[in-house]
């Protein structure tokens, strides 16, 4: 158990609408990132996030933000939600492992949908 | 463009019989980790091969790495219904942070779906 709760855990709002999911860990972990899981795609890298206020894009960013105030908690933000971001959110941390420093362990998820 | 090319993607097989899944890509990787997802959860990580040509053995799982790192299987001795579920293959590359400096993101297959019927 890596500590990584994500809130809320279900979500269902109209186009247009701002929505915050929100990852929170308790073991003062550095690397937080976001996943999108969506059928026939797989999971997918949105944000990521290597230290308070320092984040960078992965490769599904677009009408994505993030923030990172404090270390425990990881931020997303659609800023105005469209039907295309109906997905399940995953929130991942990274601590290093004894076979390299790549090992991520996942929340539990949140399912968005945007009608 | 799909870096890792997952296969297959459904299994259907009966309780005993023994499996394979491929994780195949163009891409060398820094390590590959392979993950279970049971449904309305998120993935729990299994192993992680960090060596060309690497096995390990996690009771009826073995894993194994290819030498030049770009691609990796993973076996199931005596399947059992508790195996049922997703599983994912993620490798890991080394990349540049906005600051400078490095991180290594993952990129994930989508994923074989098996069902181990009793």
């Known amino acids: 158990d890596a500590g990584i709760t994500q809130s809320p855990r279900h979500k269902v709002t109209e186009t247009g609408t701002p929505v915050t999911l929100r990852c929170h860990q308790t073991?003062?972990?550095?690397?937080m990132y976001w996943y999108r899981q969506d059928p026939g795609h797989g999971l997918r890298l949105i944000h990521y996030s290597y230290g308070v206020k320092d984040t960078d894009k992965g490769e599904v960013s677009d009408g994505y933000s993030v923030s990172r105030s404090k270390t425990e908690d990881f931020l997303l933000t659609l800023e105005s939600a469209t039907s295309s971001q109906t997905s399940v959110y995953f929130c991942?941390?990274?601590?290093?492992?004894?076979?390299?420093?790549?090992?991520?362990?996942f929340g539990p998820g949140t399912r968005l949908t945007v009608t | 463009t799909q870096l890792l090319e997952q296969s297959p993607q459904f299994l259907s097989i009966q309780e005993g019989e023994n499996l394979t899944v491929y994780c195949n890509s163009s891409s060398v990787f820094s390590s590959l980790q392979w993950y279970r997802q049971e449904p309305g959860e998120g993935p729990v990580l299994l192993v992680t091969?960090?060596?060309?040509?690497e096995v390990k053995k996690l009771k009826r799982l073995t894993f194994q790495f290819g030498d030049a790192r770009k691609d990796s299987s993973l076996h199931i001795t005596a399947a059992q219904p508790g195996d049922t579920g997703l599983y994912l293959c993620?490798?890991?590359?080394?990349?540049?942070?906005?600051?400078?400096?490095?991180?290594?993101?993952?990129?994930f297959g989508k994923g074989t779906l098996l069902t181990v019927n009793p």
């Open positions: 091969v960090v060596t060309g040509g």
């Open positions: 991942a941390i990274k601590e290093p492992g004894l076979a390299g420093p790549n090992e991520q362990y």
């Open positions: 073991e003062n972990h550095r690397y």
């Open positions: 993620a490798g890991a590359r080394k990349s540049l942070t906005n600051s400078g400096g490095s991180n290594y993101k993952l990129t």
